[in-house]
């Protein structure tokens, strides 16, 4: 599904070269929910990025459901993130001005499609995340937990092949942290969506089908 | 889209007050400057109502003692001779103080059927008067003669004057009283012709409303100009020799000859140095909106940057990260602009300052279009500059 060979991100300043990543190569299949694993500044998110073709790889090929992203055009990558990766991120990145209906329709409002279907599709995604009484409020009448299962809500709402999640218990406790992985393992095991997720804890990356660690920006394991 | 902006903005609408107002108070004061313009630049369109080029106004002050009015009618008579004999003198003619471009007015009412009409310029004039002005008759005749003997005293009004009291009637016959009040009515003046409204404080002053009155016998006492009308070639030497001429036959008087075309420039720049002021005042203002809308919107772009790279994870183009800034701007400013324009609406409807509605229109107008495109430009930079973020980076900071 996910084909990384020998990715390397190097950020450049004037006067200093960081090695973010250093020749990751990584083969993900259909279906399968893959953990990333290692300390702060290993390069993690960042391989997370560049999966999520929101940053590009200094060297090296991607190729995310069989097809090449190196020549995309920036019209090009935004459709195929909209049509087949779902984000889930640490801090939510929920609009606070807008309600949870409206949230959870935001990428719905980049593709074709009636005002009527969108909001179908959106309630459908809150119901699977147990949030259908929750349509009206705003984010800031929510708990993180709840959040959260909006963000999901977000990534699941129009229906890709991947979801990418950057550390999404990161900010909870461990009960809602266990509430959000098993939405996420539901995801995985019954709609057959394939997950990578990036995270800090031990025991939530070792429900995961396989774990990758990373330290200085290789792959140790 | 439109439904989804149109929600955030309104649930933003705290926030977006201040820039709404920001845009309103903008436009107010665009449309204040806008409906100036326009005044002047349709006056400007305006046709003058007579030839100012080749005519000088002599002023004197009326110092002949005379025993009778007929020794006085003698010596001016005897004037107007003399100065019709210069070789470049075509048509003279007395007049009140009251000439074109000068800064005397002398304003009373007529009344038509009880109603009446304020603010009409009053000017008494002789029969040579058209021929020296090269006024314009609309309908009727000029003045002549056969005036003195008439029941009714004639008069002849200004094409202004005769829209407002007859609209598309004609005027030529009617009976008018010179008052502001019913009974003043019996002091009945007959109408005996129309012309083209002169524009006496210049090209950016209207015409006005005007009524001319025939010089009689006893007029010599109180008028105070002479309009002379020269031939096109006529040079300083000719000046000085009519000036010769007018202060050797008015010894105790102060003469002193001004061009009408000068005069004109002067009164014109009485005029527009207001204008100028206030366009420099308005621009300024603009400037000054123009960079706080501009610092308004960089800011919030930058407070939205979290936003903004969520938008592009999930399928927005860096344009259309752009184009949605932009737009925002835009629906903000037409939300500003319905409010400003239902209060800018009111001029017209309640007839305030007593200008043409057409006026505030074009005024409104102007001020809509002025206010969307530099809305649109000083949005123009910091959507670019959205569209620019770098969805990873954005993301990582919030």
Redesign the interface.
């Known amino acids: 599904m996910i084909s990384l060979q020998n990715i390397e991100k190097v950020y450049r300043t004037n006067t200093v070269e960081t090695l973010a990543l250093n020749s990751i190569s990584l083969d993900i299949a259909k279906g399968e929910f893959l953990s990333i694993m290692g300390p702060s500044g290993c390069g993690k ?2 391989l997370l ?1 560049i999966m ?1 073709l ?2 590009q790889p200094s060297k090296g090929a991607i190729k995310i459901a069989d097809q090449k992203t190196d020549h995309l055009s ?2 090009q990558l ?2 195929f ?3 087949k990766l779902g ?1 889930i ?1 640490q ?1 939510y ?1 929920l ?1 606070n ?2 309600q949870v209906l ?1 949230n959870v ?3 719905l ?3 074709s499609g009636s ?1 009527k279907e969108r909001r179908k599709l959106a309630t459908e995604a809150l119901e699977k995340v147990g949030l259908a009484n929750r349509i009206k409020h ?1 984010p800031n009448q929510l708990s993180g937990g709840q959040k959260q299962r909006v963000a999901i809500a ?1 990534a699941i709402v ?1 229906r890709p092949e991947i979801i990418l999640a950057d550390e999404p218990t990161g900010n909870l406790d461990s009960a809602m942290g266990n509430e959000i992985m098993d939405i996420l393992m539901q995801l995985n095991q019954k709609d057959g969506t394939t997950i990578v997720m990036v995270t800090h804890d031990e025991n939530m990356a070792h429900k995961t089908h396989r774990l990758v660690r990373l330290f200085d920006g290789s792959q140790v394991q | 889209m439109f439904k989804h902006l149109f929600k955030l903005i309104w649930n933003k609408k705290k926030q977006n007050f201040l820039l709404m107002s920001e845009m309103l108070f903008s436009f107010l004061v665009l449309f204040a400057v806008f409906t100036l313009l326009v005044y002047y630049y349709n006056n400007y369109k305006k046709p003058m109502g007579f030839e100012y080029k080749n005519v000088w106004v002599v002023n004197y002050n009326n110092a002949y003692k005379a025993t009778n009015t007929d020794s006085l009618t003698q010596f001016y008579e005897t004037l107007r001779q003399n100065l019709k004999a210069l070789p470049d003198v075509k048509e003279i003619s007395f007049c009140s103080d009251n000439v074109p471009f000068s800064q005397n007015t002398w304003q009373g009412s007529v009344n038509y059927k009880g109603n009446p009409v304020g603010g009409v310029n009053q000017y008494t004039v002789e029969d040579s008067y058209k021929n020296t002005m090269t006024a314009e008759l609309l309908e009727g005749r000029w003045f002549n003669k056969g005036d003195v003997a008439a029941k009714n005293r004639p008069i002849i009004i200004s094409s202004d004057l005769k829209e407002k009291l007859f609209g598309n009637e004609r005027a030529v016959g009617k009976l008018v009283g010179d008052g502001d009040q019913p009974g003043h009515d019996k002091n009945a003046m007959k109408i005996i012709g129309v012309i083209q409204g002169v524009k006496a404080k210049g090209d950016y002053a209207p015409a006005g409303y005007a009524v001319y009155h025939r010089t009689d016998t006893g007029s010599f006492h109180s008028l105070g100009k002479i309009m002379v009308q020269v031939t096109p070639g006529a040079t300083a030497a000719f000046e000085a020799r009519l000036y010769k001429t007018l202060a050797n036959y008015m010894k105790d008087s102060n003469v002193e000859i001004e061009h009408l075309t000068s005069k004109r420039k002067d009164i014109n720049y009485f005029t527009l140095v207001p204008m100028i002021v206030l366009l420099i005042v308005g621009g300024f203002l603009v400037i000054n909106v123009a960079l706080g809308l501009f610092g308004v919107l960089w800011y919030n772009i930058n407070k939205r940057r979290g936003e903004i790279g969520l938008r592009r994870a999930v399928g927005a183009t860096g344009n259309s990260v752009s184009s949605q800034l932009i737009t925002e701007s835009m629906i903000l400013a037409t939300l500003s602009l319905i409010l400003g324009t239902f209060f800018a609406i009111q001029f017209p409807l309640l007839n305030v300052f007593d200008l043409p509605a057409s006026i505030y229109i074009v005024a409104i107008f102007c001020s809509i279009g002025f206010i969307y495109v530099l809305v649109f430009l000083c949005s123009l930079y910091p959507g670019k500059q959205a569209a620019a973020i770098y969805p990873a980076v954005a993301l990582h900071e919030e």
Do not use: C, M, V, W
Request: charged share 30%; aromatic share 12%; hydrophobic share 30%.
């Open positions: 998110s960042t990025n999520g929101l940053d920036d019209k935004a459709n993130r909209n049509q984000f991120f801090s990145h609009i001005d807008l409206d329709e935001l990428p409002l980049y593709r005002a705003f977000r129009g």
